[in-house]
């Protein structure tokens, strides 16, 4: 049934050639209305130009935004690390190593479990205005815990990605010859049994670190993944200065994810390339890291997303509104390029053109805030304004 959508205070459609749109990169459009029918977007423009249609839902001046996309989340896992992060606020570091922890509560939890527990995630973020999701495995570590994890993950989401080196796991970290074991398990029996469930393929990739992957392991499955046909994407330079960004551009990754710690090669090999640099801003302050400094990428001309990385570990939040407001507050985004990371930005951070956009064809993902402008997503930290509704 076709449902007409009008009273709109403010519409912001991410589709700058629209003729009614402000000349903007948000394309935003006054005195608004849009169509949608079966889930699909039918027309978008001034409400005096549109009426036709069956049924009609009044905004009552509220503001309407494409769905939030995010390109990055840990979902499938099980058990608790709070004290983790509570020993962080008093000066603890982060290393990564507290993946094992969540990796042996993956293990032990159930498939009905695990399936509760994604769908309560996902769940939550739709209540806070994301519609598409990109959800890792990585608590598995094993054929058969990363397969279910995948093949879970897979029942929520089509942005599935594998990332069974996520870190050495525990039993594999004795010897040089026990990691390269891992990682040719990764890049064989483990593939084999995930690339059913995947569309991407993924790594922490950190030279410095016991638990992360080095260059060359981080090349092998990236590698072995893009030849089973999975798209690449890179969890680069979080923990200190690295070969991630190089290595995700030089693969053509879709995404170099964190990016916290760049060097001015690194930015100016991700303004020449088609790799989106992906910022999680919920995981410096989780960790009390430096926030990355988005205001340089975006002015060397780098593609830029903002994404929530929920997880166990680093970042326990899936709100993408909290991430528009520390980004804007600390990591000199302005709120128009805050909300365009994380919609537009963040879908093509998963090279899709149906989401993150309001236009004729895409998908009818669409978030209304309890808010008259997108700018009050930054202005009211913590209220939660913005809410995923099904026209
Ligand atoms: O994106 N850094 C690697 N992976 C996750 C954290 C995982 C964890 O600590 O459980 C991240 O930050
Ligand atoms: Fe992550």
């Known amino acids: 049934m076709t449902t007409l959508i009008t009273r709109i205070g403010e519409l912001v459609t991410n589709d700058p050639p629209h003729p009614d749109g402000d000349g903007s990169p948000l394309g935003i459009i006054r005195d608004a209305a849009v169509v949608v029918d079966g889930g699909r977007i039918i027309a978008v423009g001034k409400a005096s130009q549109l009426s036709d249609a069956a049924a009609r839902v009044d905004l009552d001046g509220h503001a309407l935004i494409?769905?939030?996309?995010?390109?990055?989340?840990?979902?499938?896992?099980?058990?608790?690390?709070?004290?983790?992060?509570?020993?962080?606020?008093?000066?603890?570091?982060?290393?990564?190593?507290?993946?094992?922890?969540?990796?042996?509560?993956?293990?032990?939890a159930s498939d009905d479990e695990l399936r509760t527990l994604v769908a309560r995630r996902v769940a939550e973020m739709r209540a806070q205005g994301t519609g598409t999701v990109e959800i890792k495995s990585g608590y598995g570590l094993s054929v058969e815990h990363e397969a279910r994890s995948l093949r879970i993950a897979r029942e929520f989401t089509q942005e599935t990605t594998f990332l069974g080196a996520h870190v050495v796991p525990p039993d594999s970290r004795g010897s040089a010859a026990d990691r390269q074991e891992y990682v040719d398990l990764v890049c064989g029996e483990m593939l084999d049994a995930c690339a059913p469930y995947a569309k991407w393929v993924d790594v922490f990739c950190e030279p410095n670190s016991q638990f992360a992957f080095t260059a060359t392991e981080s090349e092998q499955v990236l590698r072995a993944g893009a030849a089973a046909g999975l798209g690449v994407r890179v969890h680069g330079n979080q923990l200190g200065a690295g070969p991630g960004v190089q290595l995700a551009v030089s693969l053509g990754a879709a995404s170099v994810d964190h990016c916290t710690f760049l060097s001015d090669d690194d930015v100016a090999a991700l303004a020449?390339?088609?790799?989106?640099?992906?910022?999680?801003?919920?995981?410096?302050?989780?960790?009390?890291?430096?926030?990355?400094?988005?205001?340089?990428?975006?002015?060397?001309?780098?593609?830029?997303?903002?994404?929530?990385?929920?997880?166990?570990?680093?970042?326990?939040?899936?709100?993408?509104?909290?991430?528009?407001?520390?980004?804007?507050?600390?990591?000199?985004?302005?709120?128009?390029?805050?909300?365009?990371?994380?919609?537009?930005?963040?879908?093509?951070?998963?090279?899709?053109?149906?989401?993150?956009?309001?236009?004729?064809?895409?998908?009818?993902?669409?978030?209304?805030?309890?808010?008259?402008?997108?700018?009050?997503?930054?202005?009211?930290?913590g209220v939660p304004i913005a809410r995923m509704v099904d026209f």
Not at 300 to 328: E, H, R, W
């Open 66 to 108: 494409p769905a939030f996309v995010d390109s990055h989340s840990h979902l499938v896992f099980a058990g608790d690390r709070s004290a983790e992060f509570t020993a962080r606020m008093t000066g603890e570091p982060y290393d990564g190593g507290g993946i094992a922890v969540s990796m042996a509560a993956t293990r032990a």
């Open 272 to 381: 020449g390339s088609s790799t989106v640099a992906t910022l999680l801003p919920g995981v410096e302050f989780s960790t009390r890291s430096p926030y990355p400094d988005a205001r340089r990428l975006i002015d060397a001309g780098v593609q830029v997303a903002l994404a929530s990385d929920c997880n166990p570990g680093t970042c326990y939040s899936s709100s993408i509104p909290f991430a528009i407001a520390v980004a804007v507050r600390d990591m000199g985004m302005t709120p128009s390029e805050a909300l365009h990371a994380t919609t537009a930005g963040a879908a093509r951070a998963l090279r899709r053109d149906d989401v993150g956009v309001i236009r004729a064809g895409a998908r009818a993902d669409l978030t209304v805030l309890d808010a008259p402008s997108y700018l009050h997503l930054a202005y009211r930290p």
